[in-house]
Nanobody, 125 residues
Framework: VQLQASGGGLVQAGGSLGLSCVASGSFFRLNAMGWYRQPPGKQRELVAR????????????DYADSVKGRFTISRDNAKNAVYLQMNSLAPEDTAVYYC???????????????WGKGTQVTVSS
């Protein structure tokens, strides 16, 4: 199983960026998916996460206080993808952003945590 993230880059403060992450490989189910970030010299922290939901109900979401109202996480279960739309970016959002997913290999096993390679987001002032 691999998580491939894309969409990072350089943006001016106040701008927007979108991140995408696609899970590939063989697995039974994608459970919760999310985005974490690691600012320079700091520990990795949760940015946002989204549960799997159902065919009719979108998964519940959770956000770090620092990004509420600015970032939106979403997922497309048919594409095994999770997205992060980041608006009103500020220099303090500069970090390496990591995709994360809890993945079950069979209906009889608990999920295992997987990480994608990080993608750099740099916000200039």
């Amino acid at each position: 199983v691999q998580l491939q993230a894309s969409g990072g880059g350089l943006v001016q403060a106040g701008g927007s960026l979108g991140l995408s992450c696609v899970a590939s490989g063989s697995f039974f189910r994608l459970n919760a998916m999310g985005w974490y970030r690691q600012p320079p010299g700091k520990q990795r922290e949760l940015v946002a996460r989204i549960d799997s939901g159902t065919m009719l109900i979108r998964g519940s979401t959770d956000y770090a206080d620092s990004v509420k109202g600015r970032f939106t996480i979403s997922r497309d279960n048919a594409k095994n993808a999770v997205y992060l739309q980041m608006n009103s970016l500020a220099p303090e959002d500069t970090a390496v952003y990591y995709c994360n997913a809890d993945i079950s290999q069979s209906p009889y096993h608990y999920g295992v945590n997987y990480w994608g390679k990080g993608t750099q987001v740099t916000v200039s002032s």
